[in-house]
Nanobody, 122 residues
Framework: VQLVESGGGLVQAGGSLRLSCAASGSTSSNNDMGWYRQASGKQRELVAAITNSGSTINYADSVKGRFTIPGDNAKNTMYLQMNTLKSEGTTEYYC????????????????WGQGTQVTVSS
């Protein structure tokens, strides 16, 4: 599985950005997909995650009401709509997907994109 993020950039506080994550390779039977972010000197934190069926989406408390994984995701592409961005400096956003193997018992593997940088200025 290969993941490629795009859409990052520089935005003023209060503005919006839409990140994209294009998946290729063996994307069938994926468990879930989502976004993490990591600011310099801080731990990577989960931002949002969507189950493969799209039936459940979870958001970090810090982004609820501002960020969404929209329902218009294209085939093998996931988006993160970020509104009302806060002045938090520069943060790297990473797309991930998890996938169970067909072995018994199944093993869970996690795949990461290379990240896309978001800078929110005050």
């Amino acid at each position: 599985v290969q993941l490629v993020e795009s859409g990052g950039g520089l935005v003023q506080a209060g503005g919006s950005l839409r990140l994209s994550c294009a998946a290729s390779g063996s994307t069938s039977s994926n468990n879930d997909m989502g976004w993490y972010r990591q600011a310099s000197g801080k731990q990577r934190e989960l931002v949002a995650a969507i189950t493969n069926s799209g039936s459940t989406i979870n958001y970090a408390d810090s982004v609820k009401g501002r960020f969404t994984i929209p329902g218009d995701n294209a085939k093998n592409t996931m988006y993160l709509q970020m509104n009302t961005l806060k002045s938090e400096g520069t943060t790297e956003y990473y797309c991930y997907t998890s996938k169970f193997s067909t072995s018994d018992p199944p093993a869970l593997s996690i795949y990461w994109g290379q990240g896309t940088q978001v800078t929110v200025s005050s």
